[in-house]
């Protein structure tokens, strides 16, 4: 039954024409309206509008039942409707919206006619966080350093990839290896992988099980899905176990109950960009609610073009005798030695001296395929066993097409992941369990792909190699030259010509065929394809315990993870066709305790965790908040962590044989073997392989593998400098032990160290063959030196008015390196300076956002490459226009507006402009 009222005037509230935001308190209030009861309490609708103190609507505001999961969210006229149940008495309604205070309002019975005015909050932010300490609290207190993005300044982002517009806040990098790879790190040692910061959708770990990164947003959830993001900078191991060295971001979803409706965005613009997104939420009964979301993202990427000389290039560019480029693939250097005698004999002249073949570009081993693109598919089945216990079933399959920056590039053609939740969550915990399913594709090695196709017979059936006989041709060019009277330089031209001239070519109708035959073909030594399938199975638990009187919380819990790892023999060690199993679990605990009115907020968290193949690791953190102000708008914080990362799946247990070498995980019992220096030359192998005593003087040792691991201190202030000033800077100083690396070394493949007469035959390292014992290995390492690095982030945002807001922020990172041997790689990888300057805003309809970006150059050391990153900036901006009857609003958005240079990642593309139009529907 509808029962009908008229409209009621609340105390504080109610009417917002005769409200003004003197009227209004700054904290969260209680109004209370008396009227006549119900006739049904028990399926009472309540309805109204959310406004501003001026009277303007407030879309995307959410009003909840205080105590329960029963809530909803305001239209794009700020209006909302709720059924609650009145037979247990009064009911109150929290109503929210970022940066307005919170308001309460209790009703003895129901309304439907609510006109809440909400002002602007006297401390700038009322938001709450649940990353910090595993529980609801307000941002200004949380005890590190976090951030926070509301559904709002997430729609304003307008970089192709959410992760890689999270670069406009404070202490954030970002490295975009392609347009939809990114990975985000906080307080230095940047990757192209993201290895030290947890990713979580709802709490679930977005990583691949089989590699243990997380693609970005690849597959995550779409924007419309996102409620809000959640940042952590820092160790976070007290409350996140293994891999929260650096920081936690966690995604939260909407909800089906609260968000309502259908929204739909559409976007196209430069290199082809479509991209569409599609959310639908009902309420089936006020029990039982659903929601589905699709995403497809398609657009030309860009592509890495880099071709100077890495590293590891014994010539120069634009050598006679060639060089390795960054980004060309299959440029295998050849050293001529008398150890070794090409077909006719080698010439002396070319003893000590390499030979690179020419390579092929990576617009060349794609076949000018520089399409990207993403699709997701999600849903998601609530059900409210109580008003306070909700039951959610979830199902999610996403993938992409782009390309992945690690140990190589990698073309990541239909990689993806399925995953599965069960959860049941009240006020006081949750239990949770996931499953994550994730999937290779038809995902190809850019180095791979170019030495088989070098590797490749020059005809069909033949047993001379393209490499073979670039090499022999280089050799008898060289001679004839020489004999013809042509000088040493000349002839090593000469010879590089003829040589050139036997290669591959890419507009070859044969390139097209063995190109694709071996992207087709996972077998090891003929195939680049990339293959795994792997699982990972979580189960966790959280319980709140809460004292009122006393001002303490209690929050207790625990996780057990296992990994099933399976490549069929290509990517790990799992040649009998069984999985390999890897587990860790833990459990955790925080004590928070208020004092002095509240004001001092003092909390000791602690997790232990148990692995397989590591010891026990303890990970501790103490913080205290302190509040001043008359509104707490001063909040001055300090603590001390400890984290931790476990290796990687890949680390542990990788078995990757690539003909030129052999890739190996370190959980056994390590390795012996040489430092590659021993084959600088044909004199120093000579000398060691005579000389036992220098022979020793070159062997090496890797040890199993153990934990990298993190001590933090750290204080910082939050809150509001002046009226409308918001301020929020913080000191990190930190120590870093056992950073995992990787190194090249010859060794036997049981781990055992060589004898002199296995490097011999073994000899040279570059080509051995599979069949030896002795072979070139590369392993995962840990650094013994600590490594102390120290930083300074600070953010500041001027509020003129709603319509026009200032921001700003500066980063400082800086590494000690002064006890630290020359040379020392420590994979820092991060902008000693760089700092945002942004303005936003709403003006009635009409919202805005520009952003500028500029980062320091720096050194990348990277596993790909080593290399240094120049100064970049980009420039951002976002326009929307809302029109309310149609529910409607029109879009246009740009990243990298200048088109500035903006490379990321060493050996990684140049990220141009992207620009878009598009419009956003929402029907609730």
């Not at 299959?330 to 690179?356: D, H, M, R």
């Not at 933090?712 to 100083?733: C, H, M, P, Q, W």
């Not at 139009?917 to 609730?924: T, V």
């Amino acid at each position: 039954m509808k029962s009908y009222y008229p409209s009621l005037l609340v105390t504080t509230v109610l009417l917002p024409q005769l409200a003004s935001a003197t009227a209004l308190p700054a904290a969260t209030t209680t109004a209370v309206i008396s009227n006549h009861l119900a006739p049904d309490l028990a399926d009472a609708t309540l309805s109204g509008k959310v406004l501003t103190d001026k009277g303007e609507p407030l879309p995307g505001a959410t009003v909840f039942i205080k105590g329960t999961f029963i809530g909803t969210s305001t239209d794009q006229q700020g209006s909302f409707r709720l059924n609650a149940n009145f037979e247990n008495g009064p009911v109150t309604l929290v109503f929210s919206y970022v940066g307005f205070d919170t308001r309460e309002l209790q009703l003895p019975a129901p309304e439907q006619a609510i006109n809440v005015g909400l002002t602007p909050s006297a401390t700038l932010l009322n938001e709450t966080v649940v990353s910090a300490s595993r529980i609801e609290e307000n941002i200004l207190r949380a005890p590190v350093t976090i951030d926070k993005l509301s559904t709002r300044q997430i729609e304003r982002i307008t970089t192709p990839e959410i992760l890689s517009g999270l670069g406009q806040l404070k202490g954030i990098d970002v490295s975009s290896a392609s347009m939809l790879f990114t990975s985000v790190s906080t307080r230095g040692f940047s990757t192209a992988k993201s290895e030290r910061v947890v990713q979580l959708v709802d709490y679930m770990d977005t990583q691949l099980p089989s590699l243990n990164l997380s693609p970005g947003n690849l597959v995550g959830i779409p924007e419309l899905d996102m409620e809000s993001i959640e940042i952590i900078h820092g160790p976070a191991s007290a409350l996140y176990g293994a891999n929260a060295l650096s920081g936690v971001i966690l995604f939260n979803s909407k909800d089906p109950f609260v968000y309502e409706g259908l929204s739909v965005r559409l976007r196209g613009g430069e290199r082809n960009l479509l991209d569409g997104q599609v959310r639908y939420a009902k309420k089936i009964t006020d029990k039982l609610a659903f929601k589905i979301n699709a995403s497809a993202f398609r657009a030309n990427d860009w592509v890495a073009r880099n071709y100077e000389p890495t590293r590891s290039s014994v010539n120069p560019a634009g050598s006679s005798l060639g060089y390795n480029a960054v980004n060309r693939y299959g440029e295998n250097g050849y050293a001529f030695t008398p150890f070794q005698q090409l077909p006719g004999g080698t010439n002396p002249e070319l003893y000590g001296k390499t030979a690179y073949l020419p390579g092929f570009t990576e617009q060349e081993l794609t076949a000018d395929d520089n399409r990207t693109s993403s699709y997701r598919v999600q849903g998601a089945l609530s059900y409210l066993l109580r008003d306070d216990l909700k039951l959610t079933a979830e199902v999610k399959h996403a993938e992409g097409t782009t390309t992945y920056q690690n140990l190589s590039r990698f073309r990541t053609n239909g990689l993806g992941s399925n995953q599965y939740r069960v959860e049941l969550k009240s006020s006081k915990g949750f239990v949770r369990a996931y499953t994550t399913q994730d999937f290779s594709g038809k995902s190809y090695e850019f180095n791979q792909l170019g030495t088989l196709l070098q590797q490749s017979p020059t005809t069909e059936g033949g047993n001379v190699s393209f490499q073979q006989l670039f090499y022999a041709t280089y050799n008898n060019a060289y001679t004839l030259a020489r004999r013809a009277g042509q000088l040493p330089d000349a002839a090593l031209a000469t010879a590089q010509a003829a040589a050139n001239a036997t290669q591959l070519s890419p507009s070859d109708p044969r390139f097209g065929v063995l190109r694709d035959r071996i992207t087709e073909s996972r077998v090891p030594g003929v195939g680049a394809q990339q293959y795994f399938k792997s699982f990972l199975h979580d189960v966790s638990a959280q319980r709140l315990f809460t004292f009122d009187q006393t001002g303490t919380n209690l929050i207790v819990g625990g996780a057990y993870r296992q990994y099933r790892l399976g490549s069929d023999g290509l990517l790990f060690s799992d040649f009998d066709g069984k999985r390999i199993v890897n587990y860790e679990y833990g459990a955790y605990a925080q004590l928070t305790q208020t004092v002095f009115e509240e004001r001092l907020k003092l909390a000791l968290a602690g997790r232990l965790d148990n692995f397989k193949n590591f010891d026990a690791a303890f990970s501790p953190r103490v913080s205290a908040v302190y509040s001043l102000g008359e509104n707490k708008q001063h909040n001055f914080r300090a603590s001390y962590g400890q984290a931790f990362r476990s290796p990687s799946q890949l680390e542990q247990y990788l078995y990757n044989d690539i003909r030129t070498g052999l890739l190996l995980g370190n959980v056994g019992n390590g390795f012996q073997g040489y430092n590659t220096s021993l084959f600088a030359s044909p004199q120093t192998l000579g000398a060691g392989l005579a000389n036992p005593a220098v022979l020793q003087t070159y062997e090496y040792n890797a040890a199993p593998l153990d934990l990298e691991q993190v001590k933090t201190v750290e204080v910082g202030y939050k809150g509001a400098l002046i009226a409308n000033l918001y301020a929020d800077v913080s000191y990190f100083r930190s120590r870093y032990d056992g950073f995992i690396g990787a190194q090249l070394f010859v060794g036997n493949t049981d781990g055992s160290r060589p004898t002199a007469q296995q490097l011999s035959v073994g000899y040279p390292i570059a080509y051995s063959d599979q069949s030896q014992k002795t072979r070139a290995l590369y392993t995962y390492v840990n650094n013994t030196r600590e490594v102390k690095t120290q930083g300074v982030t600070a953010g500041l945002t001027y509020y003129f008015h709603r319509g026009f807001n200032l921001t700003g922020n500066y980063s400082l990172n800086v590494i000690d390196k002064s006890n630290l041997p020359e040379g020392f790689q420590t994979f820092f990888n991060t902008p000693k300076h760089k700092y945002n300057v942004g303005i936003n805003g709403q003006l009635s309809n009409l919202s805005y956002s520009v952003n500028y970006r500029w980062v320091q150059g720096h050194l990348q050391e990277m596993p790909f490459a080593v290399g240094n990153i120049r100064d970049y900036s980009t420039t951002d901006a976002y326009l929307g226009y809302l029109v309310p009857k149609w529910g409607t609003t029109f879009q246009a958005g740009i990243s990298n507006a200048f088109d500035a240079n903006n490379t990321q990642v060493y050996g990684g593309p140049q990220i141009g402009r992207l620009g878009y139009l598009g419009l956003r529907f929402d029907l609730q």
